[in-house]
Each structure stands twice: as C-alpha cells, then as structure tokens.
C-alpha cells in the first residue's frame, strides 16, 4: 500500500542520503554546497554514527571514535571545511599516545625525534628494529599521498581509471612493491615475529586502526595506521562528535533539510519513461528521489532496499569477502580532575597480558576529554571512554542472566586497565556506564553490534577494496564497509567520491 505524503514532502529533493555517519554527512555537506537539492534522513536523534556523542547529566561522551584524523594542511576533513566555506572548529594536535605493557611503558610521540628514541627502549634486534620503523615511515608518507589525491576504487569504471592517474606518480612508488604483502610477511624476513614487547607494540596499534593483527594485516594499510600518531592526531573541542555537528551546521547552512527520528524501512527503484528513480519508505511517508547515498552497513543494503539479481549478487559477494566486523565493549565514566596526573596524554592503551590476543579483553583504549573542554565536561572534571575489541560470537545467544554475567566479568576487565592508567580512578570517579555489543546495536542499529567497519585483509583492500556501487545506477553505499574502510578520514573520502560520482567533479582542492 502506498503511504501518503506528508505536507513537507512536497519539495522536490535530487539525493536522499540516509544516515549521518560521517559518510553520509560529508557526501551531503558537499552536495548541498554546489547546489544538488539534499534530503538527509536518520533514525537517531543526533547526527555522527559510530562517531557519534550522548548526553550524561553535565557530560558530553564520545560514543566510538576518539582521536581525530584529517584537520592537518592537506587532511580531508580541513579540505571539505575549506571547501564549503566552514572554519567555526578547533582541532588541537595531539602529542602521542601512551602504550602501557605488562613490564614497561612507550610513549608513541608526535614528534619525529621523541619517538626514534623512545621506540629505541624496546627489547629485541635493534638494528632491524630501525630497519622496520624506517620503511613503515617511507610506505605511510606515501599512502597519505595517495589518500590526498582521493584514490576511487576498486576499478570499476573508465571515471575510476581517469581518477587514478594521478597515483602514476615517483613519490607513490614505495606503495607498488607491497601491494600482495602482510605486516606479517615483512616482520618474517626482518626476523621480529618473536620479539615480544616489539610485536605487542605492533598488533595493539593494528586493532585500533585497521582492526585486524599483524599476520593478515596489509602492509600497505598497517603502515599509514600505525603511523597515525606520527602523521598527527587531532582533539576536537567538544569531542569526536563536533565533526558530525559542524558537519550538519554547513549542510543546514547551505540549505540541507534534515529529517532526525526519522527510519527509512524500505527503498524501492523505479523506472518511468526510461529514468530511474527511488521510492524512499519511513515510517512517517514516502520520498521519490533520482539518486539515493546509503550510508548504512553492507550487510544491511538487501534487507533495506530491492536490488535486482545482479545488484544482490554483488552484496552478497562483497559481504562476504569483508567477512565479520568486530564488536566493542564500553566503558564511560566521569572522573575528577585531581584524578588525572599532570601530564597525562590524552588517549593511552593498555595490554595487561603478553599472551592476549585482540578480542580477550587485556587490551584497553583509553580516551580524556581535554582540561578546560567545558563542552565535554563542566570546570574540575575529565570525561573517560574506554573501550576493547570484542568478539560478536560471544554476545549471541544469551540468556538473561548470561548476558548479565558476561557484561560485568567485561567490565572488571576493562577496569583494570583503567586502574593501570589511572590509579587514582575509583576514589575519584562519578559514574561508570558500560556498553556491549547489543547496547550498540540499538544505539547504531546495526546487525550484531559490529562497528568500525570490517578487519582489512588482502581480499578486500586497495585494488581489491569493497566497491560503493554495487550495480544499482544511482545508488551508492559509502561509509566504513565500503572502500577505503574504517576511520573517520576514510569515511569523508567515501562520501567525497559519492559527490565525484554525482556532480562530475574531479576533486577538492
């Protein structure tokens, strides 16, 4: 039965982006800027996904994501700001990050000779130790490059070839040699897939960038992960939330309609005199739209919109190939300031055991709102999120109590790591809220709970990488299951090329 259109469907809109992911957020932002008629639909109250905010009394927390990538010169969120005129933003450059292990401490610097002689301190074969940190420097410069010329793949079109041009360049050739490899190929024939604390170091950077360990990891991709610290993190004020709220601060201000509360259940293609077009289904009414940018997960494309058999092939093909995301389990917490010695960087992780393994529960991120960040946290208080990978099968199929359990046995877990970095945390704290997979799920609606985007391998990276469009003309999937992957940068460079795909524009500058 056809649903009747509401009084404020009568404008006429030439894109429906579903969901405010930074994806969906940064393709909208740039459409409405040039023109392009945007209607933004998403079925939470607040715009950011995954990297998202919620309100806790005075408290401000960061949902997910943390640490803000892309506000350098040259970074993609500081060019689709400068693109669409929107500079009303702080970003402060972070110094590092702290790595606390089971016997010793390594404070990951921005600065470039700060962190040759801290990573120096590690145990282990020295000379290949430098070896390892001076090609993972020269392959991370290089992909950073690539990212700013704003890579579209996998080739699927002759637009995609042109686009890619621009990769035929000297300064990318470190990239060519490495494209098949692993981190774990190349820690083999240095000879430091046994050293302990070094390997620790290396896998617990992986999980929270490429979300995958050493031995399945791609080269090309753990590099520039690994290298984030020294490329330059960012704090926002406000928090990882403040780039989705100025995001939609330039979409509105360029005239964006965005619908909040609002769930599309369904979208159906159409084709009338030879156009194609798109029924948009909510609960609230129906939208008929030429072109629609899902920023939605891949494995929820065929449960929301009615692909034909080739288009259905092709997600089925490409979930497939992303294989199961990870889960997270959380930890949000107000604490005192008096709580936090001076001098505390402002995210840390910790690895409480040697013989972990990602997904265990022994290592930790730890993330503090900034001093003086009053929009986070009012005067004399930090904001904590803490958070730990987790595996989606250990949440299914639960009972009641069973769930109970396992929740509080996570929670002390992630306790403890929060005990090692601040050991002044329980005498000092306010309130302790923990997440898991099924509070995300509901929060994010997305299948199991899995965030972040899939573990990148060789099968579905780089020219392998999980296309946006699945065969649908006039329908692309951005965001972090499809290509480049996970992070906020990713993401814009997701949404940019939906933009590319939709204007015929060439870039940003």
């Known amino acids: 039965m056809r649903l009747l259109a509401l009084p404020h469907m009568a404008k006429q809109f030439d894109v429906a982006v579903i969901g405010a992911g930074i994806a ?13 008629r945007v209607l933004l639909l998403e079925a939470h109250d607040k715009p950011g996904g995954c990297a998202g905010y919620f309100p806790i009394r005075d ?3 960061d949902a997910g994501a943390t640490v803000a ?5 040259g970074g993609l969120h500081r060019r689709v700001f400068d ?12 110094e590092g990050l702290r790595m606390l292990l089971p016997d010793r401490e390594l404070m990951i610097w921005h600065d470039p000779i700060k962190w040759k002689a801290a990573r120096r301190t590690l145990p282990g074969h020295r000379l290949t130790q430098e070896l390892f940190w001076h090609l993972l420097e020269i392959v991370a410069d290089a992909s950073w490059r690539a990212l700013e010329r704003l890579p579209s793949l996998p080739l699927q079109t002759s637009r995609d070839w042109m686009r890619n041009l621009k990769l035929l360049n000297p300064k990318l050739a470190p990239l060519a040699p490495f494209l098949r490899c692993t981190m774990g190929d190349i820690l083999r024939w240095l000879r430091l897939e ?13 999980i929270i960038t490429v979300q995958e360990e050493a031995a399945c990891a791609p080269f090309i991709n753990a590099c520039a992960g690994m290298d984030l610290f020294r490329h330059g993190g960012f704090h926002l004020r406000g928090g990882m939330g403040a780039i989705a709220r100025h995001l939609l ?15 599309v259940c369904r979208v159906l293609p159409k084709t009338i005199k030879g156009k ?21 997960p891949l494995q929820s494309v065929p449960h929301l919109a009615d692909l034909p058999p080739r288009a259905l092939r092709n997600a089925c093909r490409f979930e497939e190939r992303g294989g199961e995301g990870w889960g997270a389990v959380t930890l949000y917490a107000a604490v005192r300031e008096t709580a936090v010695p001076a001098g505390t960087p402002l995210h840390q992780q910790v690895l409480l055991d040697y013989a972990a393994r990602s997904g265990d529960g022994r290592d930790i991120f730890l993330s503090l709102s900034a001093p003086g960040d009053n929009e986070q946290a009012p005067n004399g208080w930090r904001t904590l999120t803490v958070s730990s990978h987790t595996r989606l099968g250990q949440w299914r199929d639960l009972s009641l109590l069973e769930y109970r359990e396992r929740k509080r046995a996570w929670r002390e877990k992630l306790l403890q790591g929060v005990r090692r970095a601040l050991p002044e945390f329980d005498a000092r704290r306010k309130f302790i809220i923990t997440g898991t997979p099924k509070t995300w ?4 609606r997305r299948p199991a709970g899995a965030v972040g985007g899939v573990p990148l391998t060789l099968r579905n990276t780089n020219l392998n990488a999980i296309p946006q469009r699945l065969g649908l003309r006039n329908l692309w999937v951005v965001g972090d299951t499809t290509f480049p992957g996970q992070g906020t940068v990713a993401c814009a460079l997701s949404g940019i090329n939906a933009w590319r795909d939709i204007t015929g524009k060439r870039g940003i500058p």
């Not at 969906?24 to 392009?36: F, I, K, R, S």
């Not at 330039?250 to 769930?263: I, L």
């Open 59 to 61: 408290f401000s927390f």
């Open 249 to 263: 601060a330039a979409f509105q201000g360029d005239g964006g309609v965005v619908r909040f509360s609002e769930t």
């Open 441 to 444: 799920e509901g929060y994010t």
């Open 24 to 36: 969906g957020l940064t393709a909208a932002a740039l459409l409405q800027h040039d023109g392009v």
């Open 194 to 206: 046994y050293d302990r604390a070094f390997l620790a170091v290396i896998n617990l950077l992986l």
């Open 83 to 94: 693109y669409v005129g929107y500079t009303d933003y702080q970003a402060q450059l972070l």
């Open 276 to 296: 194609r077009s798109f029924s948009v289904i909510t609960a609230k009414g129906e939208y008929e739209v030429p072109r629609v940018v899902a920023n939605v």
């Open 69 to 73: 990538l892309g506000f350098e010169p």
